[in-house]
């Protein structure tokens, strides 16, 4: 075979390489982001991953003022679904994952964004009723940057810091989130927080290299002992502010979550 042949041969293989590999990357990358208005599409997408995903980015959008929360949106990473709450009654499927405290939701300024879900959730619920949302599981990003040594207090900073990704942040975030069609800069902004807030959670934990393991149990607090087994009410005096909550145990240290505690209790 002459060289030119060869020549022609390799640049061939190698173009063939260069659009596999291009391939790879944007099956790896591929994200989905889907806009619910419906409880059944939610109820379907959350009883799929309850079986496989127990941390979850979280992010509310509202309307400047007192409004109550307009939507919702949360990431598992490879798909994210950004619920319309003022279209929709409180599904029982969603109700049960935001009170789940062994699924954790993380973000930042979580515990506000939880405040917000409850009241979307109780409006009209007698305070008395068992079926008033109670969250759980909410984990800010702030204390555990901090504990990192992280420079940023933002999920934007964040993001830069720690991912190397900006996010832009434009007229966009004071836009009508209560809009019967969201337009397409809304979703994107709104999905990205969500997905953006889990990626910078687990670049957290890669740094300080803290790896979870299920399940999932209620934690004592760290300046107590752990309560004897059996005995529920020396759990229940001796746990965090919420004892409906749970965190994650890390093998051979304590729990980046816990540093959290304060700021969603």
Same mark, same amino acid.
């Given at each position: 075979m002459s060289k030119i042949a060869w020549t022609a041969l390799i640049a061939s293989a190698a173009c063939v390489a260069l659009v596999l590999l291009r391939r790879r990357r944007r099956a790896n990358g591929r994200h989905s982001v889907t806009v619910i208005d419906s409880a059944s599409v939610l109820d379907a997408a959350l009883t799929r991953w309850s079986c496989t995903h127990r941390v979850l980015g979280l992010d509310v959008e509202w309307v400047a003022g007192? @409004?109550?929360?307009?939507?919702?949106?949360?990431?598992?990473?490879? =798909? %994210?679904?950004?619920? $319309? /709450?003022?279209? /929709?009654?409180?599904? =029982?499927a969603l109700l049960r994952l935001l009170a789940d405290p062994r699924t954790s939701k993380v973000g930042v300024g979580?515990? $506000?964004?939880? @405040?917000?879900? =409850? %009241?979307?959730a109780n409006t009209g619920v007698d305070a008395c009723s068992s079926r008033r949302l109670s969250c759980g599981g909410g984990v800010d990003l702030i204390p555990i940057a901090v504990r990192c040594g992280c420079a940023g207090r933002s999920l934007a900073s964040l993001s830069e810091e720690l991912l190397g990704e900006r996010m832009h942040k434009g007229a966009v975030r004071r836009s009508n989130w209560e809009a019967d069609t969201l337009s397409v800069e809304q979703v994107a902004y709104a999905a990205n927080d969500a997905r953006a807030s889990l990626r910078v959670?687990?670049?957290?934990?890669a740094r300080l290299d803290w790896r979870p393991r299920a399940p999932l149990p209620t934690v004592a607090a760290p300046s107590l002992p752990p309560p004897r087994s059996g005995?529920? &009410?020396?759990? @229940?005096? @001796?746990?965090?502010?919420?004892? %409906?909550?749970? $965190?994650?145990?890390?093998?051979? =240290?304590?729990?980046? /979550?816990?540093? &959290?505690?304060? &700021?969603?209790a």
């Open positions: 007192s @409004r109550p929360a307009a939507l919702l949106q949360l990431s598992c990473g490879d =798909e %994210t679904v950004v619920v $319309q /709450l003022s279209k /929709l009654a409180p599904p =029982e979580v515990a $506000q964004d939880l @405040r917000r879900l =409850e %009241t979307w959670y687990l670049a957290l934990l005995d529920a &009410a020396a759990a @229940r005096g @001796r746990c965090v502010r919420i004892p %409906t909550r749970s $965190q994650p145990v890390y093998d051979g =240290e304590p729990s980046p /979550l816990s540093c &959290a505690r304060d &700021a969603v």
